[in-house]
């Protein structure tokens, strides 16, 4: 019965990050793109909201403040997932793995810490009606807007209607 509750624990553990695998990799490949692209498309955002100068000063000031305080984080967290997959490949104790397992969760603790601090900058800047086109806007990037790259629609299986 312990065996059997841990590895639930650690299936839901491991399950999240890897059904978040392609958000992991959009965000690597996010931070590996230049500054020149990063301020592009802030500044795209940023004007698509409708701010005043000043606005959008102290609201790059909140991002890059953000993305400063969560790199060394995000870092830790992926350092932390191939350490445990190390560990359960090669059939590591439960005490180390427990260990790994309360790491990380130290660090996403840390990450909402920080999500939250932007959050509560922002909502002090923006007004609501530029906060809920930022909200729209975050959104369809999530979920795939037009580009996104969601793929084509397959035939329906045999005796099924294809719903649109």
Do not use: F, W
């Not at 606005?55 to 984080?73: C, G, I, N």
């Not at 922002?122 to 959104?139: E, G, I, V």
């Amino acid at each position: 019965m312990k065996y059997m509750t841990l590895a639930l624990l650690i299936a839901g553990l491991i399950a999240g990050p890897l059904s978040a695998g392609k958000l992991h990799a959009e965000k690597d490949q996010q931070e590996a793109m230049d500054d020149s692209d990063k301020s592009e498309r802030q500044e795209k955002m940023l004007k698509k909201l409708g701010l005043s100068d000043e606005q959008a000063e102290k609201m790059k000031a909140a991002m890059k403040a953000h993305r400063d305080a969560v790199k060394p984080l995000r870092k830790d967290a992926r350092a932390d997932m191939k350490k445990l997959r190390d560990q359960i490949k090669n059939r590591a104790n439960d005490a180390a793995v427990a260990a790994t397992l309360a790491k990380m969760e130290i660090t996403h603790k840390a990450i909402q810490a920080e999500n939250e601090k932007l959050k509560a900058a922002t909502d002090s800047l923006l007004t609501p009606t530029q906060r809920a086109k930022m909200l729209l806007k975050m959104m369809k990037q999530m979920h795939g807007g037009p580009g996104q790259g969601r793929g084509t629609r397959t035939r329906p299986s045999q005796g099924r209607k294809l719903r649109i």
